[in-house]
T-cell receptor, first 115, second 115 residues
Framework: DQQVKQNSPSLSVQEGRISILNCDYT??????FLWYKKYPAEGPTFLIS?????DKNEDGRFTVFLNKSAKHLSLHIVPSQPGDSAVYFC??????????????FGTGTRLKVLA | SAVISQKPSRDICQRGTSLTIQCQVD?????MFWYRQQPGQSLTLIAT?????????ESGFVIDKFPISRPNLTFSTLTVSNMSPEDSSIYLC????????????FGPGTRLTVL
């Protein structure tokens, strides 16, 4: 059962335009969401996060939107740059009974920004 | 942030053998995690490795197959035992720093191919 889903395996965007990456989740207990970026032969690096008490968080060119009623979040990159070309993973977490805050990851979306 | 190194970066192994992956971090951390990313799949948590206690394994993963050591606060190993081609994957070490933004840091990963 995939609790965090990224239904688009790939996305191509022209440089300077907006990139929108989508993520859906099924577990209403998730209270913290993150986006990670991964380049080939490297580990994922943290990009931006959002708590369930917010519906938007912005950091420079990156904005994450959370729609709790729809169990949906999205990452907007504006303007997109060729260096943004990478695989983007959505992740969700909750404390659980042990308070371990496990992260559940989606399958990733490969973004290609065309120059 | 934290600097995480993994050894080996990649390996090709024969069926039935075992491989031990090392993870070294530059900070003393309590919680370290081991993930697996199979081709086209999400990052899947194998186990949480706490210093001074037995690792906690996720559903579908067992200690006999993936023994973990955590001898101190900066080092951990994951062994993939009695390997089969289905174990071909990227294995990633990860940690979460106390306090801060509740973000997780990942090592560069170990790409394992089992023939």
């Amino acid at each position: 059962d995939q609790q965090v889903k990224q239904n688009s395996p790939s996305l191509s965007v022209q440089e300077g335009r907006i990139s929108i990456l989508n993520c859906d989740y099924t577990n209403s207990m998730f209270d913290y969401f993150l986006w990670y970026k991964k380049y080939p032969a490297e580990g994922p690096t943290f990009l931006i996060s959002i708590s369930s008490i917010k519906d938007k968080n912005e950091d420079g060119r990156f904005t994450v939107f959370l729609n709790k009623s729809a169990k949906h979040l999205s990452l907007h990159i504006v303007p997109s740059q060729p260096g943004d070309s990478a695989v983007y993973f959505c992740a969700a977490s909750f404390g659980g009974s042990s308070g371990t805050y496990k992260y559940i990851f989606g399958t990733g979306t490969r973004l290609k920004v065309l120059a | 942030s934290a600097v995480i190194s993994q050894k080996p970066s990649r390996d090709i192994c024969q069926r039935g053998t075992s491989l031990t992956i090392q993870c070294q971090v530059d900070s003393q951390v309590t919680m370290m995690f081991w993930y697996r990313q199979q081709p086209g799949q999400s990052l899947t948590l194998i186990a949480t490795a706490n210093q001074g206690s037995e690792a906690t394994y996720e559903s579908g993963f067992v200690i006999d197959k993936f023994p973990i050591s955590r001898p101190n606060l900066t080092f951990s190993t994951l062994t993939v035992s009695n390997m089969s081609p289905e174990d071909s994957s990227i294995y990633l070490c990860s940690l979460r720093l106390a306090g801060g933004k509740n973000e997780q840091f990942f090592g560069p990963g170990t790409r394992l191919t089992v023939l």
